[in-house]
């Protein structure tokens, strides 16, 4: 049997197509049941196509009611039809106009890509390959285009029609009909392209640019939403300001446009002066958002925007460049909310994020490089490796050429490519060319998969006063990269000395930059200071300035000394993580820490909690104890997941003995009876308080619960509510079910606040959690077609309760694979995204290992799986 994923696509076969689109016009016809779109390509042949080359079109479930070639129908035996492509057998050997039109049924769309219908409203999503369900087109990102569409529909279903580009006419027609016709005069692949048409409400604003260009600012949403669509206006015109100031870029359409849908596989889509969201990234107001739902909500408004000029004006070639506009925008909407919050808060919250998504990727079945070179699926390379580790590649190139540097290779690449769809190379060499360097060891970071193993070891002369540091490097290997070659890496370093002061030395050998970074360029390096007074404590990796692991033998004492005298926040962070991280391996290992160890720890995090100087959002982080996962993954092999709950849940309860008055007064001295405000300062003060109420529930303090509930029953906003009742789940405490239910009960009618419930309830550690999940989702009330939902329901426990999801009895492997199963036939990007849950089994020890591979097999052996999940499960199972 031939399946699907047999299909793989390679970097290495790119080239151009043989034709490219000069001008399209769309018009489209939106009725309540089918929608008509009629489209005219103006066409021509790339110079060097042979005469008679076929025009192969890209078309996914379209249904063609006519073409025409320069106005004159086309006979039955000049094109052939089949469930992927339109083929013109013998197109013109000239510049032509093909006419098409096809019949869509968007309410029956229900894999949400291409023109679908989501609650009223028309909507589209085009990437990567959607526009393709809307026309037949040359559906691939280097093929860019100006689009002029005409959109027409019913006034009452859809008074306001909304697309790509400026305004440019509108009207009513005599058939009870409105129209709009919308021209976006900068070229743009398909992917880009947007339209949206439904009964909305709005709020609007402007936004004048550096150069006066005065821009009308919308947010579409359900109508009586609007109130919740201010903070993300307020957050589009930070964004605006923040890319003039910080890279010189303005905004250059006179509109700008946002649409909140409520069902959209993604979280946001850049298109061309029309971004179409999740509405869990558009919708905020206090008492059903949380600080997190602000925070998220601003950062991907800003990254959507920033896209404009990264994404859009240079887009990427192939898909196999991805990376260029995502690890790009992530690492400027990084960088902005950095500027706009807490620096060293915001960098903790990435390294976390990268740690907890992208180093298991990156260490499992599914490891890709940030620039894959092969795919089945192009769904399934929107990975937290594109993304994440993609921003922290143009991270460490800001590092190693300095924020001068970095910015004026930055200028050349939007000078010399604005209107480009262009490659990785390119953008490296911008920098190369800037900057006068060679970069091209660097641009393997694009190209490698895995992440590199740092050990470091050092050694201190006092007679000739000389502080020698070796770091050599390993990455293992990976699916279809056997072999690695050494990265250069960037270590942001500093020498502490006894004192707890920064030391100096009189001259340094290797490759040291400056006297805050060095570069491990080979498989080893030795640096060498001469001049150091006294043996020094090594701060590395500062600002976690490489995405590596980092072994090294350093003593918990060295530890808890950077925690106290380091002057670099996010190494004080990690110096507490590490010291932890000791204790649990140590204890799970059978080797258990003792009072001292516990003493110390506990002393290091009370100074840190009690601090004038600190601010509260970063103490509430000091005060975070290695996650599962992360243990999990540091152990590596043979994983007992049931262990490591039970050790961590000893070390937080054996620190709140000796933290408890600590922690009672953070939390008591971070109330605050001001009106809600999302700001830095309120929310750092909730972080912290919430945090310590969540130690003092989970750490078992007196009368933990009791607290829990009474903020549950007082709270004002949704943080504040939130955070307890997560609290008592977390504790299962007393009351923990009835504020479950009763939480439910209130908030049930507020998807967005339900999908909280859904999320809480799937963590739940007890044995009765998939009976429960089984249950919401038998519910006839439970919405099975909407991505947030589900992701939220079997999302959260396939990749975050894990003690259930990998139960020995294999019954959590088996739930998540009848799900899969089950969706796959409905949105397979949903199906194939939780699958990815498997991507450590093989880590777990052997009687997991062998559930899950029982899961896994069955649910292969079952087949007619999509081609998004059958890449997926093949790659997972091979690995
Ligand atoms: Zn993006």
Not at 657 to 676: I, T
Request: charge should be negative; hydrophobic fraction near 40%.
């Amino acid at each position: 049997m031939r399946t699907e994923t047999e299909h793989t696509i390679f970097l290495k076969d790119y080239a151009p197509s043989p034709y490219k689109i000069d001008k399209v016009e769309l018009d489209v016809k939106i009725g309540p049941v089918t929608s008509r779109v009629r489209a005219l390509l103006t066409i021509t042949p790339r110079p060097g196509t042979a005469p008679g080359t076929p025009l192969v079109l890209d078309g996914d479930d379209l249904k063609l009611d006519s073409i025409a070639v320069d106005g004159l129908p086309l006979p039955l035996t000049a094109y052939e039809v089949d469930t992927t492509a339109l083929t013109i057998e013998e197109p013109p050997a000239r510049t032509f106009a093909l006419e098409t039109e096809v019949t869509l049924e968007p309410e029956r769309n229900i894999k949400l890509m291409g023109f679908y219908r989501s609650g009223g409203t028309w909507c589209t999503q085009c990437e990567p390959e959607g526009f393709r369900r809307i026309t037949y087109y040359l559906d691939r990102p280097d093929v860019l285009a100006p689009f002029k569409v005409t959109m027409s529909a019913d006034k009452t279903l859809a008074p306001v029609l909304l697309a790509n580009g400026n305004l440019i006419d509108s009207g009513d027609l005599d058939d009870g009909t409105h129209f709009a016709v919308w021209e976006d005069p900068f070229p743009k692949p398909a992917y880009l392209f947007a339209m949206v048409a439904g009964d909305l409400g709005s709020i609007h604003d402007n936004f004048t640019t550096a150069s006066g260009r005065k821009v009308t600012l919308g947010v579409y949403a359900s109508h009586g939403k609007q109130d919740e669509c201010l903070w993300a206006m307020d957050s589009l015109k930070r964004s605006m300001a923040w890319d003039e100031r910080r890279f010189g870029r303005e905004y250059d359409l006179d509109i700008f446009n946002i649409v909140a849908v409520s069902d959209f596989n993604f979280g946001a889509m850049e298109n061309k002066g029309l971004n179409i969201f999740n509405d869990k990234l558009v919708f905020v107001k206090p008492d059903s958002a949380t600080d997190d739902d602000y925070y998220n909500v601003e950062r991907v408004i800003a990254h959507e925007y920033f896209h404009n000029w990264t994404g859009d004006r240079i887009t990427c070639r192939d898909w196999f460049q991805l990376c260029l506009k995502e690890g790009l925008t992530v690492y400027r909407d990084q960088e902005f909310t950095s500027d706009e919050r807490s620096r060293a808060v915001k960098r903790i919250d990435d390294v976390r994020t990268l740690r907890a998504a992208q180093f298991p990727e990156d260490g499992g079945p599914l490891a890709h490089p940030a620039r894959p070179d092969r795919y089945k699926e192009i769904n399934n390379f929107y990975t937290a490796t594109v993304y994440e580790k993609g921003a922290e590649i143009v991270r460490m190139l800001a590092t190693l050429l300095g924020e001068a540097g970095f910015r004026k290779g930055m200028d050349l690449y939007f000078e010399r490519h604005d209107g480009d769809a262009t490659t990785i190379e390119a953008f490296i060499k911008v920098f190369e060319d800037a900057n006068g360097v060679d970069l091209q060891h660097f641009q393997t970071w694009y190209l490698q998969a895995g992440t590199p193993v740092v050990t470091v070891s050092d050694s201190y002369d006092a007679a000739s006063q000389t502080y020698k540091l070796t770091l050599s490097q390993n990455t293992a290997p990976t699916p279809g990269q056997d072999t690695k070659v050494p990265l250069p890496i960037p270590v942001k370093f500093g020498l502490i000395g006894p004192n707890g002061s920064p030391m100096s030395w009189s001259s340094a050998s290797g490759d040291v930059r400056s006297d805050d970074l060095l570069v491990l360029d080979g498989a080893s390096a030795t640096f060498e200071f001469k001049g150091v007074a006294n043996k020094p404590v090594p701060s590395l990796f500062r600002e976690f300035s490489a995405p590596v692991n980092i072994v090294s033998k350093a003593t918990q004492a060295d530890r808890l000394f950077l925690a106290r005298h380091d002057s670099d926040p996010f190494s004080r962070w990690q110096s507490l993580q590490d010291v932890s991280m000791a204790l649990l391996l140590d204890a799970i290992a059978g080797r258990e820490w003792t009072d001292t160890d516990i003493d110390a720890l506990s002393a290091a995090l009370e100074d840190a909690v009690t601090s004038k100087t600190l601010d509260p959002s970063f103490k509430s982080l000091t005060l975070t104890v290695p996650p599962e996962q992360l243990i999990a993954r540091t152990i590596g092999s043979n994983v007992d997941p049931e262990k490591i709950r039970t050790v961590r849940l000893k070390l937080i309860r054996d620190l709140v003995v000796r933290l408890e008055p600590a922690l009672a007064a953070a939390y008591r001295d971070n109330q605050s009876s001001a009106a809600f405000s999302p700001d830095t300062v309120q929310s750092g003060q909730r972080a912290l308080k919430n945090q310590a109420l969540t130690y003092l529930v989970v750490g078992g303090a007196t009368d933990g619960g009791g607290f829990a509930r009474r903020q549950y029953d007082s709270a004002t906003n949704m943080t504040d509510r939130f955070a307890a009742l997560a609290a008592a789940v977390a504790g299962w405490t007393a009351d923990a079910e009835a504020m479950l239910g009763h939480f439910r009960t209130m908030f049930t009618a507020d998807p967005l606040v339900f999908d909280k419930w859904l999320a809480l309830s799937a963590s739940i550690r007890g044995d009765d959690v998939i009976d429960r999940i089984k249950a919401i989702l038998a519910d006839p009330a439970f919405p099975a077609n909407n991505p947030n939902r589900l992701r939220s329901l079997v999302g959260s426990f396939a990749m975050g309760n894990t003690t259930q999801f990998a139960r020995a009895d294999g019954a959590g492997f088996r739930f998540v694979t009848e799900f899969v199963t089950d969706v796959d036939k409905r949105n397979p990007q949903v199906a194939a995204r939780v699958l990815t849950a498997f991507r450590s089994w093989r880590s777990f020890e052997p009687v997991r290992m062998a559930a899950a591979e029982t899961a896994l097999t069955a649910l292969r052996d079952a087949g007619g799986l999509s081609r998004n999940t059958a890449d997926i499960l093949e790659r997972t199972l091979a690995g």
